[in-house]
């Protein structure tokens, strides 16, 4: 019975919204009774992964508020439609905003996967969301609200909560949802709403810094961010710079995010705000070499990738606080054991801007890099490594021929090249580690030379106490 009047309440707010079109007025509390009804009845939050409950009553909540977008669409003019919103949606206003929350903002419906055959008569597997109708009408109702109703009625209703929530709301699987989100997202933004989105996605990212979880919408929440900086003005103001080193920056170490689209998007982010002001790109090379991916080849290679965007877009001159630093991080790549890490790292050579830097600084480029390229050019068990590093030779010589041959004649060893044979680097380091233990030997006589097992942690510099502990204590 219930479903059946709130049916007949619709069927009458209906009528009375095409009476009141041409000209035909229902009394006041006739259309805000049948109104109400709907919004009420929409708010009845019902269990959408359950396909066997309520399905009815699911049903015409759509059919609902899809009517209702309908006729709001038909008035002739504004005014008309400005009169109605007065009418109808301004003392209603709450009830409407927490109808839109509890449909939007709650636990997104699970995707069922189907399995179909495509043209070559193959079966694949297709993920569909049987809630994306209702998604997109009550995201169609939330739309008319922000453009059409003035902001002195609405900014006591979006608060900085609804804001939080509605970026929460990223958080989903579906891209067809995110894709809807993004639609309101820049109507809001528009509508001053910005400071509030603004620090919503700020906390949203804070929050995969610190707590560790990962969050279907970064890449849409980054894309957001994006959209809004390319309207900020230059010289950027001391708040987005902040920002930009205190949320952007810190999102390269999140270990969840390794793969090469989110780093992509953060990387166009980063840069929007380096083109704007371009000492900020200082501070992002400093913490990539700082949060250095030791264990994870391809995060390596997108740092790579993001070290070279970065020298491209820089000045010889304004690398000179981190040149050294800079330098011995991809002379540890070229010259590691990990044949992809320095076959990217040689590409450097092949960037006209690294090689401006390279001969800039060719005081301290020639020592650090002869020495090594050359043993591996003579040396290295890979016979396509060697051969690039040869080549890697020939390019150096040529760029400046008198530092080479001078680099050459020292012979600094700053690296000790993975080759054949380097029994001689063995031996050195067992001669340095007899040395260490003999000076520990006098100062404690029960010592013990440490066994390296996976359950010992072997250091002098351990923060925990100054002597060897257990894993497991």
């Known amino acids: 019975m219930q479903n059946n009047k709130q049916f007949h309440s619709f069927e009458t707010l209906s009528q009375q919204l095409k009476n009141y079109i041409i000209r035909k007025k229902p009394t006041i509390k006739e259309i805000n009774d049948s109104f109400l009804d709907i919004i009420l009845f929409c708010s009845i939050e019902y269990d959408l992964n359950d396909l066997s409950k309520n399905q009815k009553e699911k049903q015409q909540q759509i059919n609902y508020i899809k009517e209702l977008n309908e006729q709001l669409g038909k008035f002739p003019t504004d ?29 997104p419906a699970a995707m069922i996967k189907e399995i179909k055959p495509n043209l070559t008569y193959e079966f694949e597997v297709i993920e569909t969301n049987p809630q994306r109708e209702r998604f997109k009408c009550f995201s169609d109702f939330l739309l008319f609200i922000v453009i059409e109703t003035e902001q002195k009625y ?3 209703f979006i608060t900085k909560q609804f804001i939080c929530e509605f970026v929460q709301s990223f958080n989903r699987e579906d891209s067809y949802e995110k894709d809807e989100l993004f639609r309101l997202f820049k109507n809001l933004y528009c509508f001053q709403y910005a400071r509030n989105l603004r620090e919503a996605l700020y906390q949203q990212l804070r929050s995969l810094i610190h707590e560790d979880y990962k969050l279907e919408g970064v890449q849409t929440i980054l894309w957001s961010i994006y959209q809004f900086t390319r309207g900020f003005t230059t010289p950027l103001r001391e708040e987005h710079v902040i920002t930009f080193k205190s949320v952007l920056i810190p999102l390269y170490k999140v270990k969840l ?36 991916p030791y264990d994870n080849t391809q995060k390596q290679l997108i740092f790579l990738n993001i070290i070279l965007g970065i020298i491209e877009i820089c000045e010889c001159q304004s690398l000179k606080n981190i040149i050294q630093k800079l330098l011995w991080r991809l002379a540890q790549c070229i010259t590691g054991s990990n044949l992809q890490v320095a076959d990217r790292a040689m590409c450097f050579f092949e ?22 390229i050359c043993q591996l050019a003579n040396n290295h068990w890979h016979p ?9 030779k020939t390019i150096i010589k040529d760029l400046d ?13 700053y690296f000790f090249p993975i080759v054949n044979g380097n029994i001689k680097l063995i031996y050195k380091n067992e001669e340095k580690w007899k040395i260490i233990f003999a ?13 390296f097992i996976d359950t010992n942690v072997i250091t002098e510099n351990n923060i925990l106490n100054k002597k060897y502990i257990r894993v497991g204590d």
């Open 439 to 451: 000076q520990a030997k006098q100062k404690d006589p029960s010592i013990s030379e440490p066994i």
């Open 351 to 372: 960037n006209e801007s690294f090689l401006k830097v390279f001969i800039y600084y060719k005081a301290l480029t020639y020592p650090l890099f002869t020495y090594s």
């Open 401 to 413: 021929n008198q530092s080479f041959e001078e680099a050459l004649a020292q012979k600094s060893e």
């Open 79 to 107: 005014f008309e439609k400005q009169n109605m919103l007065k009418l109808l949606f301004i003392p209603n206003m709450k009830l409407i905003i927490d109808m839109i929350s509890i449909n939007l903002f709650r636990r």
């Open 384 to 392: 396509v490594m060697k051969q690039s590093f040869t080549l890697l």
């Open 154 to 156: 609405l900014k006591k």
């Open 257 to 292: 995010f390794e793969d090469k689209d989110f780093f992509n998007d953060l990387e166009i982010l980063c840069h929007e705000f380096i083109s704007k002001d371009s000492s900020l790109a200082y501070s992002l090379l400093e913490a990539i070499i700082r949060y250095w």
